[in-house]
């Protein structure tokens, strides 16, 4: 999902699930910290096994990441920050104080977002990336990075 027809690809690639490692930190040496990303993609495209193999090379026990599907955020160390707002809209992020998190250190991941949050954390000045991640065969992920205010 493109949110701004001003966005630039910063990274295309296919990836073989046994080079997600070394994947992941080729995406951070393009991310700022604090940055903001907009995980993009079917279910069960790889989303939490992205944040999971990024989290990993933050440093932080990959086995401990989860989806957060039913928790709407997960935090992964002191660092990952991990959001599912498939099933809320932009007031409930409001009322139950989510918008807050962003403005913690670190790198926030969320699946699902929508217009209106996204243009919030634009107008407020936050650093907002999207991946992309689509299946063109079982065995690979062709994910695309790009930055859409930063």
Same mark, same amino acid.
């Given at each position: ?52 193999? #990024?989290?990993?090379?933050? !440093?932080?026990?990959?086995?401990? +990441? %989860?989806?957060? /599907? ?49 243009? #919030?954390?634009?107008?407020? !000045?936050?650093?907002?990336?999207? +991946? %992309?991640?689509? /299946? ?15």
């Amino acid at each position: 999902m493109s949110f701004q027809t001003n966005s630039k690809i910063l990274l295309h690639k296919e990836v073989k699930l046994e080079e997600l490692d070394n994947f992941a930190k080729e995406l951070l040496s393009y991310l700022p910290n604090n940055a903001i990303v907009l995980l993009n993609g079917n279910l069960a495209a790889g989303k939490t096994t992205l944040v999971s193999k #990024i989290a990993k090379t933050l !440093g932080v026990d990959s086995s401990a +990441i %989860t989806s957060p /599907t039913f928790s709407l955020q997960q935090i992964y160390g002191n660092r990952v920050f991990h959001y599912d707002f498939y099933r809320i809209d932009f007031n409930d992020i409001i009322s139950l104080g989510l918008l807050d998190e962003f403005e913690k250190e670190g790198f926030h991941f969320i699946e699902w977002a929508n217009k209106e949050l996204v243009d #919030i954390l634009i107008e407020a !000045g936050f650093s907002v990336y999207s +991946i %992309t991640i689509t /299946t063109p065969k079982s065995e690979l992920r062709d994910y695309k990075l790009e930055v859409i205010n930063a």
